[in-house]
């Protein structure tokens, strides 16, 4: 080999030894100076403008601008809120100074306020006793009819103590001597050493005529007696069941076992029986229950049975019964 060729492979083995120098100063351009990617580069510039922006004394400016304005908003609504309270506070005293220099004719509108109210209840009594305060009596002719009708209510009253001792019991039996059906109301007055203690009130929607039935009442206050007073009224809406019933009573010495037919046309409503016992003819004791099926009636043809109970001694009982018909 000669000197030339010699020499050019020797140029030749040098150009190959720069070539990968090159490529490796090629990627060392590619990296960040700390050995990052160049995306990670740019990542961390992109975080570091944010949080610049975040701290930047422009920001906080604005927040602290809005929270002043906040502030100034309260304070003026508050400034508001408590003007109209001053007003309504200066306009209620201006009211309350006018209502004290009008005091005489504040005072007779009261009176005359408290007269109506009472003239008013004085006429509701007026429709229901038929005497008018002022004067004028209205309904004289109904009223005329109940008292022709209750003076041929005979009745019969009694009274006496509940076993317990802790309440009061009057019963009233009464018979219909009229010729047409009435319904009858009653009232007892409890006494006590001539006082009024109680009030209980009791109803006959419908008794026809020749018919006896029973009101009982009762009251928790001591009582020595009670008084009962009847009005009796004519009833052509209801019809009376009471004579289409038939029932058989076993004593058995400390109860009483009914079974009642309804051999009439008519349906009974609130059909009830009442069994009064008896020592020495005196009542001493009445248990009382409804006697019917489904919707507290007792259709025709239809029967039922009930126990009457009772703790006193007694040697007799009677029954009575309440009920009515519509159709």
Same mark, same amino acid.
């Given at each position: &080999?000669?000197? $030339?060729?010699?020499?050019?492979?020797?140029?030749?083995? *040098?150009?190959?030894?720069?070539?990968?120098?090159?490529?490796?100063?090629?990627?060392?351009?590619? !990296?960040?100076?700390?050995?990052?990617?160049?995306?990670?580069?740019?990542?961390?510039?992109?975080?570091?403008?944010?949080?610049?922006?975040?701290?930047?004394?422009?920001?906080?400016?604005?927040?602290?601008? &809005?929270?002043?304005?906040?502030?100034?908003?309260? @304070?003026?609504?508050?400034?508001?809120?408590?003007?109209?309270?001053?007003?309504?506070?200066?306009?209620?005293? #201006?009211?309350?100074?006018?209502?004290?220099?009008?005091?005489?004719?504040?005072?007779?509108?009261?009176?005359?306020? *408290?007269?109506?109210?009472?003239?008013? !209840?004085?006429?509701?009594?007026?429709? %229901?006793?038929?005497?008018?305060?002022?004067?004028?009596? %209205?309904? !004289?002719?109904?009223?005329?009819?109940?008292?022709?009708?209750?003076?041929?209510?005979?009745?019969? $009253?009694?009274?006496?103590?509940?076993?317990?001792?802790?309440?009061?019991?009057?019963?009233?039996?009464?018979?219909?001597?009229?010729?047409?059906?009435?319904?009858?109301?009653?009232?007892?007055?409890? &006494?006590?050493?001539?006082?009024?203690?109680?009030?209980?009130?009791?109803?006959?929607?419908?008794? /026809?005529?020749?018919?006896? +039935?029973?009101?009982?009442?009762?009251?928790?206050?001591?009582?020595?007696?009670?008084?009962?007073?009847?009005?009796?009224?004519?009833?052509?809406?209801?019809?009376?069941?009471?004579?289409?019933?038939?029932?058989?009573?076993?004593?058995?010495?400390?109860?009483?076992? @009914?079974?009642?037919?309804?051999?009439?046309?008519?349906?009974?409503?609130?059909?009830?029986?009442?069994?009064?016992?008896?020592?020495?003819? %005196?009542?001493? #004791?009445?248990?009382?229950?409804?006697?019917?099926?489904?919707?507290?009636?007792?259709?025709? /043809?239809?029967?039922?049975?009930?126990?009457?109970?009772?703790?006193? +001694?007694?040697? +007799?009982?009677?029954?009575?019964?309440?009920?009515?018909?519509?159709?």
């Amino acid at each position: &080999m000669g000197p $030339e060729k010699q020499e050019k492979n020797e140029i030749r083995k *040098i150009v190959m030894s720069k070539v990968p120098k090159a490529t490796e100063a090629k990627e060392e351009t590619s !990296q960040h100076p700390a050995g990052l990617p160049l995306g990670t580069l740019q990542s961390e510039r992109s975080d570091i403008g944010k949080s610049q922006l975040v701290k930047s004394p422009t920001g906080l400016k604005i927040l602290l601008v &809005m929270l002043i304005f906040l502030v100034v908003a309260l @304070i003026v609504a508050l400034g508001f809120l408590l003007n109209r309270q001053e007003n309504l506070l200066a306009k209620l005293d #201006d009211r309350l100074d006018k209502l004290a220099e009008t005091d005489p004719p504040l005072e007779s509108e009261s009176v005359t306020l *408290i007269e109506s109210v009472t003239l008013s !209840q004085e006429q509701i009594l007026a429709n %229901i006793n038929g005497f008018n305060p002022k004067g004028r009596e %209205i309904g !004289q002719e109904e009223r005329a009819r109940n008292e022709e009708l209750t003076s041929k209510i005979e009745k019969k $009253e009694a009274f006496y103590t509940g076993s317990s001792g802790e309440y009061y019991f009057a019963i009233c039996l009464v018979t219909n001597h009229n010729d047409v059906n009435v319904e009858i109301a009653g009232e007892a007055n409890f &006494m006590n050493a001539d006082k009024l203690v109680g009030v209980s009130k009791s109803t006959i929607d419908v008794l /026809g005529p020749g018919e006896t +039935s029973i009101l009982t009442f009762y009251n928790d206050a001591l009582s020595d007696y009670a008084e009962v007073i009847l009005e009796a009224s004519d009833e052509d809406y209801y019809k009376n069941i009471l004579s289409q019933l038939e029932y058989e009573a076993s004593n058995q010495g400390n109860k009483v076992i @009914i079974k009642v037919t309804n051999n009439g046309p008519h349906t009974a409503d609130f059909l009830k029986g009442h069994v009064v016992f008896l020592s020495q003819g %005196i009542p001493v #004791d009445v248990d009382s229950w409804y006697m019917v099926k489904d919707h507290y009636q007792l259709a025709p /043809g239809k029967k039922v049975s009930q126990e009457f109970l009772t703790r006193k +001694s007694y040697d +007799s009982f009677e029954v009575y019964w309440t009920g009515r018909a519509t159709e």
